[in-house]
């Protein structure tokens, strides 16, 4: 069975695609999203190489400058 697309994907894919503004609901979704696919990597060795765009890293890192600054 075929899940429905998940918020947090969706609400990720609008910001990277420019359809949406960057904003705490982006940065939250990075955050499930992340903890999703360590879980996924600890279940299964095969997503070991599945990683986030350069585009998301951007943002993960935009985010943790300015929580840190």
């Known amino acids: 069975m075929i899940e429905p ?3 947090h994907f969706r609400i990720l ?3 990277v695609t420019g359809q949406r503004g960057l904003d705490e609901k982006t940065f ?3 955050a ?3 903890e ?3 879980h996924l990597r600890t279940l299964d060795c095969t997503f070991e190489g599945v990683s986030f765009s350069p585009a998301v890293e951007a943002m993960r890192k935009r985010h943790n400058a300015v929580a840190v600054g």
Do not use: I, N, Y
């Open 5 to 7: 697309e998940s918020t």
């Open 13 to 15: 894919r609008e910001t």
């Open 28 to 30: 939250a979704s990075v």
């Open 32 to 34: 499930v999203l992340s």
């Open 36 to 38: 999703r696919l360590e």
